[in-house]
């Protein structure tokens, strides 16, 4: 089994369960994907400092929670109180940019040091550094596991092209890097899985590439006017469907998962997307948060509820009370919702049933815990 990432401040690998005010409440085995779009950067990667993952799994306290950072680690374990700093060259921790947990391994891709970091999710200590020719990395973004095996999407630094690299979880070998014109690549830098299926977002090619995980054979790549793709990023399976969100378009379309056909476009002045950066389903609906805001100011950032059966607005959440302010990403964990405001340095905790806040994470208290806000979290 595998979580999702969390992209949070600058400096550590946290390990813990009750971290700050929220209760310790742990996620979903699968959960899925909060990606981010390069937001018009001029290279397609995933707008975050660094990441964060939930591992319910049997090897580890449930509910335990990873962060990285820039260049360094900590590891966090509450049940004894103990803080480590995991850092130095050995770990190979590099711009790290995107993190799952497969079981008892954690993966941590490093844009900078073109690999990846496994580290024991029990422990901390690094199991090894994954990098060299075999692995083809050039820029690793983004990761999902499938069955025994890890894929990581790599955009490379210029526009055009890119790899999806397949790798053995267990051992870490490289099993086959994919690329070239079959694959249809223009800058993978997301990935969602489904059943021996691989969704891949590709960035500038303003399309999805769907694989087959079994033969590493090309399936088809969604794509065309219809969908209305515009620097894509976020995506996210909810039931039948692929839902992926336009930063450029302000839209999220919707895609048939198994036939790749185009369900709707979702877009309108009423759904208030405005630069959509994440997306999380819950339940029978979607949750998406927006970087950029109309006003720009802490009270005038909202979270759009969204029917994944419909595609109608559920409701939009806003308001000074639940202090959004530049918000990141999401994370989902039972029924409630955390959002993370970067230039709020806050996280907002969420009813997700209801809309209803719970509490906003703030303040100096935050500081003293094992990571701190100060810097602006970058999603969950």
């Given at each position: 089994m595998?979580?999702r ?6 400096g ?29 950067l ?11 993952a ?8 449930v ?20 803080i480590?700093v995991?850092?130095?060259?050995g ?25 990846l ?5 029990s422990t ?5 550094v994954l990098?060299?020719?075999p692995?083809?990395?050039?820029f ?16 490379g ?7 999806v690299?397949?790798?053995n ?12 014109p079959?694959?249809r ?29 079994v ?28 839902f ?9 379309t919707?895609?048939?998962a ?22 999380v ?17 802490s ?36 029924n409630d ?6 230039v ?25 815990l ?11």
């Open positions: 595998f979580t990432t969390v992209a949070l401040t600058a550590a690998l946290v390990l813990g369960t009750n971290i700050g005010t929220a209760p310790p409440s742990p996620l979903p085995a699968l959960a899925q994907a909060a990606r981010l779009p390069h937001c018009g001029s290279t397609p990667w995933p707008w975050r400092d660094s990441t964060i939930y591992a319910p799994t049997a090897q580890v306290p509910g335990s929670r990873y962060a990285t950072h820039s260049a360094s680690a900590k590891q966090y374990m509450p049940a004894r109180g103990d480590r995991l850092s130095g060259p770990y190979g921790l590099e711009q790290p940019v995107d993190m799952v947990v497969s079981e008892n391994n954690v993966f941590v891709a490093n844009s900078d040091g073109n690999s970091t496994e580290l024991n999710a901390g200590k690094l199991v090894r990098r060299g020719i692995y083809g990395f050039d690793p973004v983004g990761m999902a596991v499938s069955g025994d095996n890890l894929f990581v999407a790599d955009p630094r210029k526009p055009g092209g890119g790899t690299t397949q790798l979880v267990a051992s870490g070998a490289a099993a086959r890097v994919l690329s070239g079959a694959y690549f223009d800058s993978p830098v997301a990935l969602a899985p489904r059943g021996n299926d691989m969704f891949v977002v590709d960035a500038y090619g303003q399309s999805v590439t769907e694989l087959n995980t033969t590493a054979r090309f399936v088809r790549v969604v794509s065309g006017p219809a969908y209305k793709f515009d620097n894509p990023g976020p995506i996210a399976l909810s039931g039948d469907d692929l992926v969100a336009n930063s450029g378009t302000n839209s999220i919707e895609v048939n198994a036939t790749g056909a185009l369900v709707r476009v979702i877009s309108g002045s009423a759904y208030q997307l405005t630069g959509p950066i994440a997306i389903p819950s339940g029978q609906d979607l949750f998406v948060a927006d970087y950029s805001s109309a006003s720009g100011s009270g005038g950032h909202a979270l759009s509820e969204i029917s994944a059966t419909t595609g109608s607005l559920v409701r939009v959440l806003s308001g000074r009370a639940y202090e959004f302010s530049t918000p990141t990403a999401l994370a989902l964990s039972g919702l955390f959002v993370a405001n970067s709020g340095d806050s996280v907002t905790e969420l009813n997700a049933s209801t809309g209803a806040l719970v509490r906003v994470m703030s303040g100096p208290r935050m500081s003293r094992p990571w701190n806000f100060d810097d602006g979290p970058r999603g969950f």
